[in-house]
């Protein structure tokens, strides 16, 4: 069985959602370009994918998004304003969106799911392993969750999937993963993934969250996936087929290899819901050392004596 053990260098970021559950707010504005705090979401992941060693960046963009490209390009307008006022600081900020990777984009044009989304990239990344982040998942950078999924995919090959424990009774709200163990403890080998199971049917209380490392023979899978829940060719269903044998060819012959999951047990944002986006907001600023004192005396007063 033939398998990818090459040095993995590209990220793919699906960003053609429509942000619905943010409406209005995202009616004019993408939803990856909702401030956390002073940095619009998306840029905390191309970060972390930079982090992980991960310089090539392919963003699937869709239409609206033209605000995404320009926040990751240069602005000389503004950058020759803060230079005039010797506002170094500022201007080190603002450059540091467009200093952090080789960015690429690509329309998604017909909005057919994750798995569709994915497809898309399969002219950029060419026969290479690669990692693929979800833009609502943000992940703290001091739990290097993609780092450690790289490693295992180069060891194992095929491809990895980033798992973490919820609540059995809110199973049904992720992709689930039923697993045999490892060696690790924080590897397992992942041998079924149900999408949105019933709790009583779900095979664990591993949900999948929005980080995978991927075999390019996924691409050859997604062409042939039907689609699935609300019509949408998923990614999920793609994985889970690979998962299924292990021997599921792509056309140029070779295999997928095994699917491995990493279970998280770090700090996670999900912003891809209004309270959690809140509630991501309110963590990190008070894990700031410019904001965090003052905001936290602030947040105490407020919870004491106004609620």
């Not at 995404?68 to 170094?88: I, M, T, W």
């Not at 799911?113 to 833009?135: I, K, S, Y």
């Not at 509630?279 to 003052?294: F, K, M, N, Y």
Request: net charge negative; with cysteine.
């Amino acid at each position: 069985m033939t398998q990818s053990h090459s040095r993995i260098s590209k990220a793919v970021i699906p960003a053609a959602g429509l942000g619905t559950r943010f409406l209005p707010a995202t009616k004019a504005t993408p939803k990856e370009m909702l401030p956390v705090v002073d940095k619009p979401a998306i840029q905390y992941v191309v970060e972390e994918a930079v982090s992980a060693g991960l310089s090539d960046v392919l963003m699937i963009t869709g239409r609206n998004k033209r605000p995404l490209e320009d926040h990751f390009d240069r602005n000389y307008e503004l950058e020759e304003a803060l230079s005039r006022k010797g506002d170094a600081g500022r201007l080190a900020r603002v450059q540091e969106s467009s200093d952090l990777a080789t960015m690429h984009y690509v329309r998604q044009g017909d909005p057919r799911g994750l798995g569709h989304a994915v497809l898309c990239a399969e002219p950029h990344v060419g026969d290479q392993a690669f990692a693929v982040l979800l833009g609502d998942d943000l992940i703290d950078p001091r739990d290097p969750l993609l780092a450690r999924m790289i490693e295992i995919q180069e060891r194992e090959g095929g491809s990895v999937v980033a798992l973490m424990e919820v609540d059995p009774a809110q199973i049904h709200m992720y992709g689930c993963a039923a697993v045999k163990p490892t060696g690790d403890s924080d590897v397992v080998k992942i041998t079924d993934l149900v999408e949105k199971p019933d709790p009583a049917e779900a095979p664990s209380n591993l949900a999948i969250i929005g980080r995978y490392v991927l075999d390019p023979a996924i691409f050859g899978i997604l062409r042939e996936t039907e689609p699935g829940r609300g019509g949408e060719i998923q990614l999920t269903d793609g994985i889970q087929k690979l998962a299924e044998a292990e021997l599921s060819v792509d056309e140029a012959g070779r295999s997928g290899g095994p699917v491995h999951g990493v279970i998280f047990k770090g700090r996670r944002y999900d912003t891809g819901d209004r309270g959690d986006y809140l509630r991501a907001i309110v963590r990190l600023a008070c894990e700031r050392e410019d904001l965090g004192p003052e905001f936290r005396d602030w947040l105490r007063s407020f919870v004491t004596e106004e609620m």
